[in-house]
């Protein structure tokens, strides 16, 4: 941290916490004041304290729940309105449960500290001053007299200051002997701040406690959800913990008449039925549309879950648009993601039961629903079985007339055609390819052949043949291919099976040569703007290699395309 002469900090444009920490048993509250150039507040409402613990800008929130011995102030300096020259942070004791006055003063308190933190960590720090540190001082927090009214209890500890086009902290040391004189020097009046008494400010706790309990007995039946609800004759905005300030209209009658939105009365269609409300749809137009990115934003960071997205849903009761109308406003976006989140997860293969089920809530919050849905369900769903069989969770299957070895049991059973390249030409030969915890079998009507599995190496399918799985073995012949019906299925139960037999089923990890990080995923997804590069096409997309990787090529952004399942399949292996 780097200081200029009179102490100041540098401190990033960001969202800054601050804290407020001290090692005696004292009850403190924390205080904030937005000042103009004439170190004034602009109105009553740029005080914050515990009775008003937001600014309207959200530039400064206090916590109204802190660690015993702490008080805690966000400070969003990109919120900070342009005519805020300074925000001053303030401390004051706390007065008892009646309102009294307590004898301690601010000189009793030991090791008040600030510390102000960013997302990086610690960006500035200061200690108030005691007359203990240096008796000669007068800005130093020290009693004036021990009278019961009397004496030293409010102090500004520091503040953030605009100069130079950019924020700095610096430290002070002002004392009042009371709250009032505090926020009256800084132009809040008693009467301003909204309390009965204007000869007095009275910030006691037992009055915000009695206001506390009154709105903890009237709170609605979902009292996590913050939404308007119906107080009297007109709305009021509850945020999820307390009733605010915050109030609108009433909502107008069911009348087909009037517009839901504003209360204005609609005009009629030559059919009959009501029109639009023509300001309200562009007004809800013109929101959705920033709405929308900020979505986008939150679905390919988070996904549809967290503090972010519940905003996002908070935003639109608050300004009364329907929840379906904004998922409405989301179809498109919303299937643009689950087609996104479908090809990520399905590029290397490996679906965890976690990536599944972030799937189908996914469609859940989103509220899709199609042929579309359902086609990505399945593949899903598919791609999640084919996973478990890799790794090495395979199915028994009961196979009668098939002399087995002691202990071995059998995987899969299925049709097949396996194809051998002779002197004279290629040769098909028709029989059942059987897998087992101990070898691979084909047996056919000409001939059949037994592969242990510490001959084979790997198995694959070949995107330049439909319908091929070939294996590579230690033998001098090299392998073998085989025709099924469903390749990806068998060569993921052939895979499994080799996992199981070289002791790799328990920690199966990820196949280094098509493994696709999720940052390469990103890159190539933003790169090639979320659809095909060949037709356009936005549904049904796959991770290409460009060159395969059977010619060496590698797993990396510059490799990578999208590709639709159509244009992949008739590449193939080309270059």
């Known amino acids: 941290m780097t200081h200029t002469e009179d102490g100041a900090t540098p401190v990033p444009t960001s969202l800054l916490t601050v804290t407020l920490s001290w090692r005696s048993a004292h009850a403190l509250d924390a205080h904030a004041l937005l000042l103009a150039v004439d170190d004034r507040v602009r109105s009553p409402r740029d005080a914050v304290y515990f009775g008003a613990p937001r600014h309207p800008s959200q530039a400064v929130t206090l916590d109204q729940r802190p660690q015993p011995q702490t008080a805690r102030l966000a400070v969003s300096l990109p919120r900070t309105e342009s005519d805020v020259e300074r925000i001053v942070l303030c401390a004051s004791l706390r007065e008892d449960a009646g309102g009294r006055a307590r004898r301690e003063t601010l ?58 086009d950019r924020w700095w902290f610096r430290p002070l040391g002002t004392t009042w002997a009371e709250l009032t004189e505090m926020f009256a020097d800084f132009g809040v009046e008693a009467q301003d701040a909204g309390h009965a008494d204007r000869d007095r400010l009275s910030l006691r706790r037992s009055d915000l406690r009695d206001v506390e309990d009154e709105w903890r007995t009237t709170a609605p039946a979902d009292p996590d959800l913050a939404d308007w609800h119906l107080r009297g004759e007109s709305l009021r905005w509850w945020n999820g913990t307390r009733w605010t300030d915050e109030s609108a209209p009433p909502p107008p009658a069911q009348d087909a008449r009037v517009c839901p939105h504003c209360g204005r009365r609609r005009g009629w269609r030559v059919i009959g039925s009501p029109a639009p409300c023509r300001t309200c749809t562009a007004e809800i137009e013109e929101y959705l549309s920033g709405w929308k990115a900020r979505a986008w934003r939150v679905l390919t960071g988070s996904g549809p879950r967290g503090e972010a997205w519940a905003e996002l849903w908070t935003a639109l009761r608050y300004r009364h648009i329907p929840v379906d109308t904004g998922r409405a406003a989301l179809r498109g976006p919303g299937m ?120 084979v190496v790997s198995v694959s399918t070949d995107n330049t043949v439909e319908g091929l799985v070939v294996l590579s073995t230690t033998s001098a012949r090299g392998g073998a291919e085989f025709e099924v019906d469903d390749p990806d299925l068998v060569a993921a139960v052939l895979e499994g099976a080799l996992r199981v037999a070289k002791r790799l089923s328990l920690a199966p990890g990820r196949r280094d040569s098509r493994t696709i990080s999720p940052e390469i995923k990103a890159q190539v997804w933003r790169r090639d703007g979320g659809a095909c590069i060949e037709c356009g096409a936005t549904h049904y997309l796959e991770f290409d290699h460009i060159i395969p990787l059977s010619r060496g090529g590698a797993t990396s952004a510059g490799n990578l395309q999208i590709l639709c399942r159509s244009c992949n399949r008739t590449k193939g292996s080309r270059i």
């Open 336 to 455: 643009a993601y689950v087609e996104r989140l479908a090809a990520f997860t399905e590029a290397d293969g490996e679906l965890t039961q976690e990536d599944l089920g972030d799937f189908e809530d996914t469609i859940t919050a989103l509220s899709l629903a199609g042929p579309l849905v359902q086609e990505l369900r399945r593949r899903m769903h598919r791609a999640r079985t084919l996973s478990r069989l890799r790794s090495g969770e395979l199915p028994l299957v009961p196979v009668a007339g098939l002399h087995l070895d002691p202990e071995e049991r059998v995987h899969l059973d299925v049709a097949a055609t396996r194809l051998r390249v002779l002197a004279r030409g290629e040769h098909r030969s028709d029989g059942r390819l059987i897998c087992s915890n101990k070898k691979l079998r084909f047996v056919g009507a000409e001939a059949g052949v037994d592969m242990p599995w510490t001959r």
């Open 107 to 164: 000189h009793d308190i030991a090791d008040l500290t600030v510390e102000v933190q960013d997302v990086a960590g610690l960006v500035a720090r200061c200690t108030a001053p005691t007359r203990a540190d240096d008796p000669s001082r007068t800005d130093a927090i020290h009693p004036a007299d021990d009278g019961e009214q009397s004496g030293v209890r409010v102090t500004a500890l520091a503040e953030f200051l605009h100069r130079q």
